[in-house]
């Protein structure tokens, strides 16, 4: 069975960083592209991030270009999102999700699973 | 940006009821690249089609999609109680992917 279980959110004042983490099991993790993406309190959704199987290609969305960072630890099967300069913002759900296919495969950029998330609260 | 527009926002619909929901894209979707998902309350979303037309595994058969180019359609044939919930639709054609800003699909 395909699992994705995230920590690292919580509370974090304007300015400041947090590291994020998804644990995958069940399915051959390199091989998958994955994501990050994040739901504000009552709010749709927002794709963040993304990250080949490699880890060699990612891709942001602009409102954290710059500030955040994914990578993986295929070893380890785990992805991260590092997050620098945090708003008030950027307060959200943040998700993990894999695609069935590495970038270029054909099935790349679909979401499936999703992890359970991790809230992420940014305020004084 | 590929801008997506779902309507209606939310649609008050009865057990056995047919729902239909609609997604329009801002320019023209490469090869049918869109998907929908379900997001009940404090639940994860969940892949129902991909592809416009594709159901993911496991979806029921009363899912299902269509369209292409600009417009795009999701199609419950007949509404179970487990059905009532929030409906996103993705695309994939270019980046940033982009998600719709949801139909909240409600009981009557």
């Known amino acids: 069975e395909v699992q994705l279980l995230e920590s690292g959110g919580g509370l974090v004042q304007p300015g400041g960083s947090l590291r994020l983490s998804c644990a995958a099991s069940g399915f051959s993790y390199s091989n998958c592209a994955m994501y990050w993406v994040r739901q504000a309190p009552g709010k749709g959704l927002e794709w963040v991030a993304g990250i080949s199987g490699s880890g060699g290609h990612t891709r942001y969305a602009d409102s954290v270009k710059g500030r955040f960072t994914i990578s993986r630890d295929n070893p380890k099967k785990t992805l991260y999102l590092q997050m620098h300069s945090l708003r008030a913002e950027d307060t959200a759900m943040f998700y993990c999700?894999?695609?069935?296919?590495?970038?270029?495969?054909?099935?790349?950029?679909?979401?499936?699973?999703w992890g359970q998330g991790t809230l992420v609260t940014v305020s004084s | 940006e590929i801008v997506l527009t779902q309507s209606p926002a939310t649609l008050s619909l009865s057990p056995g009821e047919r729902a239909t929901l609609s997604c329009r894209a801002s320019?023209?979707?490469?090869?049918?690249?869109l998907a929908w998902y379900q997001q009940k309350p404090g639940q994860a979303p969940r892949l129902l089609i991909y592809d416009a037309s594709n159901r993911a595994t496991g979806i029921p058969a009363r899912f299902s999609g269509s369209g292409s180019g600009t417009d795009f359609t999701l199609t419950i044939s007949s509404l179970e109680s487990e059905d009532f919930a929030v409906y996103y639709c993705?695309?994939?054609?270019?980046?940033?992917?982009?998600f719709g800003g949801g139909t909240k699909v409600e009981i009557k």
């Open positions: 993705q695309q994939r054609s270019s980046w940033p992917l982009t």
């Open positions: 999700a894999r695609s069935e296919g590495d970038f270029w495969s054909g099935k790349e950029n679909y979401f499936d699973p």
């Open positions: 320019q023209s979707i490469d090869s049918q690249y």
